[in-house]
T-cell receptor, first 116, second 113 residues
Framework: GAGVSQSPRYKVAKRGQDVALRCDPI?????LFWYQQALGQGPEFLTY????????KSGLPSDRFFAERPEGSVSTLKIQRTQQEDSAVYLC??????????????FGPGTRLLVL | AQSVTQPDIHITVSEGASLELRCNYS??????LFWYVQSPGQGLQLLLK??????LVQGIKGFEAEFKRSQSSFNLRKPSVHWSDAAEYFC???????????FGTGTRLKVLA
């Protein structure tokens, strides 16, 4: 079946531009996660949705980062006024289970963002 | 606080040789443990996971890992490495009642022909 898809795969932005990154989770998956992976590092948690509810946004680095999942399926991560330090790969993952379950997260291919 | 340590940043092995990638975690209760592989330009692919039960778990592509509670370790092994195994490997810990994974910094595997 179809896995997690993300678009665009690559994005080049000029410093100060706004960007929007899209994630299509596996159909029926309740939980959706965003991670940021800097070059040479492991992914770091940004935010978590259970259906349309954003239950945790503690990993978002600043108020320039905003995520939504209005219908409990597709999610968008928006970065306003991009800065060079925002350059990274942004990974989306989805999971079938609710919080507290034995959740396995399935990852998309990521969006590589380069801010010039 | 939970943490994951992958002490080896780079590992080089010859094709056909055995492989062991180390992972140590810090967490007070029984963790959920995962190994993922990431090829260049790709997302993370799940190799195997440990939730409970048998401490030796089998995964895809001939990989296995052993959970050792006394050593807080979850090392990944493969008896004979193939050139296509060259990639970056990430160990991650998850916990019951939470949802976020904590990842290690990764081990980059190079395979010599």
């Amino acid at each position: 079946g179809a896995g997690v898809s993300q678009s665009p795969r690559y994005k080049v932005a000029k410093r100060g531009q706004d960007v929007a990154l899209r994630c299509d989770p596996i159909s029926g998956h309740v939980s959706l996660f965003w991670y940021q992976q800097a070059l040479g590092q492991g992914p770091e948690f940004l935010t978590y949705f259970q259906n349309e509810a954003q239950l945790d946004k503690s990993g978002l680095p600043s108020d320039r980062f905003f995520a939504e999942r209005p219908e409990g399926s597709v999610s968008t991560l928006k970065i306003q006024r991009t800065q060079q330090e925002d350059s990274a790969v942004y990974l989306c993952a989805s999971s079938l289970v609710y919080v507290g379950g034995h959740g396995t997260q399935y990852f998309g291919p990521g969006t590589r963002l380069l801010v010039l | 606080a939970q943490s994951v340590t992958q002490p080896d940043i780079h590992i080089t092995v010859s094709e056909g040789a055995s492989l062991e990638l180390r992972c140590n975690y810090s967490y007070g209760a029984t963790p959920y443990l995962f190994w993922y592989v990431q090829s260049p330009g790709q997302g993370l692919q799940l190799l195997l996971k440990y939730f409970s039960g048998d401490t030796l778990v089998q995964g895809i592509k001939g990989f296995e890992a052993e959970f050792k509670r006394s050593q807080s370790s979850f090392n990944l092994r493969k008896p004979s490495v193939h050139w296509s195994d060259a990639a970056e490997y990430f160990c991650a810990v998850g916990t019951s009642g939470t949802y976020k994974y904590i990842f290690g910094t990764g081990t980059r595997l190079k395979v010599l022909a």
